[in-house]
Each structure stands twice: as structure tokens, then as C-alpha cells.
């Protein structure tokens, strides 16, 4: 039987209390990763050793964390993503909802764009969530 | 005082455990200021000693390739204080590894006692950070010799694990120069 968002987002709020210490009520599907829940860079790679025991799946980095993209020169411009770099993003980032970046699409501001319902996503996207 | 928190191994299963020694001795410049008339190893220590422990165990699983740092303690529970005479006895074992980084679990016991018990995540530097090993070769091999690494260290299979090429280099060259120091002086007398 397929597992559930519901179950998927129980388990992404576990992995998330665990590796950030926050509580169960401060991780909603809008709580940002690093704004909202004071994820630093290091802590993205406990979350995927936890996301990846918790559902039994592989998680390769560039597709957390597109560095090889917000680093590249013919996608970024005077510190802001160009359209083909959000383009870029879009296509290995499925998941997240770009809308607030496209408005004002800083580097810097990238680092505090994925949301747990985004990760959720991701692992829904992943395993075929029901 | 050299930043060793660990005596030497006793077992050593590339990429799977590892036993480590720590003996506490009042001498130590550690029990000097840390509660006063009360000589207690500060846990904090006991969790480098724990990652040293683990991190030479991660480290050597690719024949210390990877610049292994601590990045994560995500658990650290401490059951009694350690103290001088007695023989903390570090063992680890990895319970993840990836590209990127890996997951440890060390439990510390004196004799059968369970005194501490840690989780920790290792990250491994990756080109965003300054290039270039984090020891002196030199160094790190005679610290692995001391550590007895060499003596106890198995592969899962039971063979002897040996020196990474590069470090065993370091070594060579290194002993090299002091017998051709050696040779000089008995050459002048």
C-alpha cells in the first residue's frame, strides 16, 4: 500500500524535530527551512541521513541544494537568478514554489525559500505518495 | 599538551567499529582547572575523545581522502562523571555513510558501566572550502602509528589493513631524513 502525505509529513516533522530541535507545533507545511526553523547549511545533511533512513530512499545533494547553479555565471547576474537560471531551478526543483523568488529572485534570498511542505513534496515526488 | 583524546585501539573494522582507550590520569593538565577539588574529565572532552574514536574510523574508510570534520552532535547523554585512575573505553560504530558525510554512534563504558552515550555526524569538506589536507602526512601517520591503528586494524574480512600509500610516503621520507642525520653525526665522531 502506498504510503500517505499524511504519513509523509509525520515523518518529515519527526526528522525535522530531531535534527533541529525546534517542537512539533513550529514545523507547519508554510515554515520555512532556515527562516522559520533556523536550519543552517550543516543541518540540510543530517535532515537527508535522517529523510533518507526514514523512507528507504536515496537523496542526492544537487537536488536540495542547487549551489552548482546559483554559483554559475550564465545563470546569475549582478546577484540576482536569471530567467534561465529560474528556469533551471524549476526544472530540478519541481517541488518548490518559486512565485516569491521570481518577484525579487536575490541569490542570497534563495537560502530561505524551501518550506517543509516543499520537502514534503520531494519525498511524496520520491516514494508515489498517495 | 597535544590534542589527543585517545590513548590507542584495541579493534578497528574499516568502515564498520572501533574500540578506543582513553586512561585518566590526574597529571593531566585537563583536571587543573575544571571543578576544582573535585577531579571530573570535562564531557565535553569525552566527546572529542568519542570523535576521534569514530572520525579516524570514517576518515579511514576511504583511505583518508576525505577531510572528515565534526559537524554534528545530535545526541549526548552522560551517565556519570569519568575520573583520574580510571579507563574510559570508547566504542563506535558508523550507522550511515554517504558522499557527503556519515552518522556515529559511540558509546563510552569504564569497564562494564555505561557512562556516556553520543551521536555524531561527520561532514566531509568539499571544494567550497580551502584546499589541502588538514595535518602535516607526517604528523597524522606518526599519530596513527601511536594510536596503534596499524597493529589492530582489520578490514571486515579479517585482513590487515595497511598506511595509505601517500601517508606511508610521509613516513618514509621522514625516517629517511633523521637515519641520514643519524649517519652525519656518526660520520663526524
Redesign the interface.
Known amino acids: 500500500m502506498p504510503v500517505t502525505k499524511d504519513e509523509v509529513y509525520k515523518k518529515v516533522q519527526t526528522a525535522l524535530v530531531d535534527a533541529l530541535g525546534v517542537d512539533d507545533e513550529e514545523v507547519t507545511p508554510q515554515a520555512t527551512m532556515v527562516g522559520d526553523l533556523g536550519a543552517e547549511s550543516i543541518d540540510f545533511l543530517d535532515i537527508v541521513f535522517k529523510l533518507e533512513k526514514a523512507f528507504g530512499i536515496e537523496i542526492p545533494r544537487k537536488e536540495l541544494s542547487p549551489e552548482d547553479i546559483l554559483t554559475n555565471a550564465s545563470f546569475v547576474q549582478d546577484g540576482k537568478v536569471t530567467a534561465a537560471g529560474i528556469a533551471e531551478l524549476k526544472k530540478r526543483m519541481p517541488f518548490v514554489d518559486f512565485t516569491k523568488f521570481e518577484a525579487n529572485p536575490q541569490v542570497r534570498e534563495f537560502s530561505n525559500l524551501l518550506t517543509v511542505g516543499d520537502l514534503c513534496r520531494y519525498v511524496e515526488g520520491k516514494i508515489g505518495a498517495a | 599538551m597535544r590534542w589527543f583524546w585517545i590513548d590507542r585501539f584495541t579493534e578497528f573494522v574499516r568502515g564498520r567499529r572501533a574500540v578506543a582507550l582513553k586512561a585518566l590520569a590526574l597529571s593531566e593538565e585537563q583536571f587543573d582547572g575544571y571543578t576544582p577539588g573535585f577531579a571530573t574529565m570535562a564531557s565535553s572532552l569525552m566527546i572529542e575523545g568519542m570523535a576521534q574514536t569514530s572520525g579516524l574510523l570514517v576518515g579511514e574508510m576511504e583511505g583518508f581522502s576525505q577531510r572528515v570534520v565534526l ?2 552532535i ?1 545526541k549526548a547523554i552522560f551517565h556519570r562523571p569519568a575520573m583520574p585512575g580510571e579507563l574510559l573505553r570508547y566504542e563506535a560504530s558508523i550507522t ?1 555513510a ?4 556519515a ?1 556515529a554512534s559511540v558509546n563510552a563504558f569504564i569497564e562494564d558501566e555505561l557512562v556516556a552515550e553520543v551521536d555524531l ?1 561527520f ?1 566531509f569538506l568539499d571544494e ?1 572550502f580551502p584546499s589541502g589536507p588538514l595535518f602535516e602526512p607526517v604528523d597524522f601517520a606518526a599519530m596513527l602509528r601511536n594510536f596503534h591503528m596499524y597493529d589492530v586494524g582489520r578490514t571486515p574480512d579479517g585482513q590487515p589493513i595497511e598506511m595509505p600509500a601517500f601517508y606511508a610516503e610521509a613516513e618514509r621520507a621522514a625516517q629517511a631524513k633523521y637515519e641520514g642525520i643519524g649517519a652525519a653525526t656518526n660520520a663526524k665522531r
Open positions: 559537524a554534528k545530535g550511515d554517504k558522499g557527503d558525510g552518522l555526524m561532514a567550497r
